[in-house]
C-alpha cells in the first residue's frame, strides 16, 4: 500500500530561524514527489516538484532534497518568516498507464513561526 | 497555471439537508477532481469528475451521498446530500495541468460545518 509519512506533526521555530521538515514514503512506481504549502483557510499551494532524476529543487527560501534510494524527502526553510506558519503537505505520485499518476498525500507538518 | 474558485467559501448547515458546491477553473482542463481534508488528516479523494459521463468514486464514497455534475471543462458541483456532522470537513476541488504534467492546482476550499 501507499503511504506517506511527515514529520514532525507539528513544529514550533522564532522568525529567523532555519528548520527542516521530513517525509518518508513507500510508493511504487515512483513518479514525483511535491511538496505544498497550505495556509488555514485556502487550498494547497505547490512549491517544488521533483522527478526521479532531481534530488534538489529551490523556490526562494524553500529547498527540497530527494533521496531515492531511500525514499525520503526533506524541505528546509531558510530565515523562517511569520507567512511561512501553514500546514506543509508532502505529496509522492506513482505512475499509473496513459501518461497519468496516482498521488498519495501526507498529513502534513503544521509550522508555526513566532515573532 | 489554472486560477480555481469555489463557491461557498464555507457553511453551516442543518443535518439532514444537502449542500452544492461549485468548482469554476478559469481554463479548459481535463482531469477535475473532489477532495475532502478532515481535520489534521491528509487529503482524500473523493471522485474524478468526467465531463460528459458520470464521476468515478473511490472506495468509500458513493453517488448517491456525493453526487457529481461536469456539464462542461471548466465547470463542476458537488453535493454533500443528506449531512450529518461527520461530513463536516474542507472538499476541496482540483485540476491537472495536462501540459505540465506533474502540477496539480487546488482550489481554496469550501469548510462545511454540520450541526
Known amino acids: 500500500k501507499n503511504q506517506v509519512e511527515q514529520s514532525p506533526q507539528s513544529l514550533i521555530i522564532l522568525e529567523g530561524k532555519n528548520c527542516t521538515l521530513q517525509?518518508?514514503?513507500?510508493?511504487?512506481?515512483?513518479?514525483?514527489l511535491r511538496w505544498y504549502k497550505q495556509d488555514t483557510g485556502r487550498g494547497p499551494v505547490s512549491l517544488t516538484i521533483m522527478t526521479f532524476s532531481e534530488n534538489t529543487k529551490s523556490n526562494g527560501r524553500y529547498t527540497a532534497t530527494l533521496d531515492a534510494d531511500t525514499k525520503q524527502s526533506s524541505l528546509h526553510i531558510t530565515a523562517s518568516q511569520l507567512s511561512d506558519s501553514a500546514s506543509y503537505i508532502c505529496?509522492?505520485?506513482?505512475?499509473?498507464?496513459?501518461?497519468?499518476?496516482?498521488?498519495?498525500f501526507g498529513r502534513g507538518t503544521s509550522l508555526i513561526v513566532h515573532p | 497555471s489554472a486560477v480555481i474558485s469555489q463557491k461557498p467559501s464555507r457553511d453551516i448547515c442543518q443535518r439532514g439537508t444537502s449542500l452544492t458546491i461549485q468548482c469554476q477553473v478559469d481554463?479548459?482542463?481535463?482531469?477535475m477532481f473532489w477532495y475532502r481534508q478532515q481535520p489534521g488528516q491528509s487529503l482524500t479523494l473523493i471522485a474524478t469528475a468526467n465531463q460528459g459521463s458520470e464521476a468515478t468514486y473511490e472506495s468509500g464514497f458513493v453517488i448517491d451521498k456525493f453526487p457529481i455534475s461536469r456539464p462542461n471543462l471548466t465547470f463542476s458541483t458537488l453535493t454533500v446530500s443528506n449531512m450529518s456532522p461527520e461530513d463536516s470537513s474542507i472538499y476541496l476541488c482540483?485540476?491537472?495541468?495536462?501540459?505540465?504534467?506533474?502540477?496539480?492546482?487546488f482550489g481554496p476550499g469550501t469548510r462545511l460545518t454540520v450541526t
Open positions: 481554463s479548459q482542463v481535463t482531469m
Open positions: 517525509c518518508n514514503y513507500t510508493v511504487s512506481p515512483f513518479s514525483n
Open positions: 482540483s485540476v491537472w495541468d495536462r501540459e505540465r504534467v506533474y502540477e496539480q492546482y
Open positions: 505529496v509522492v505520485s506513482a505512475r499509473k498507464g496513459g501518461g497519468s499518476y496516482i498521488p498519495t
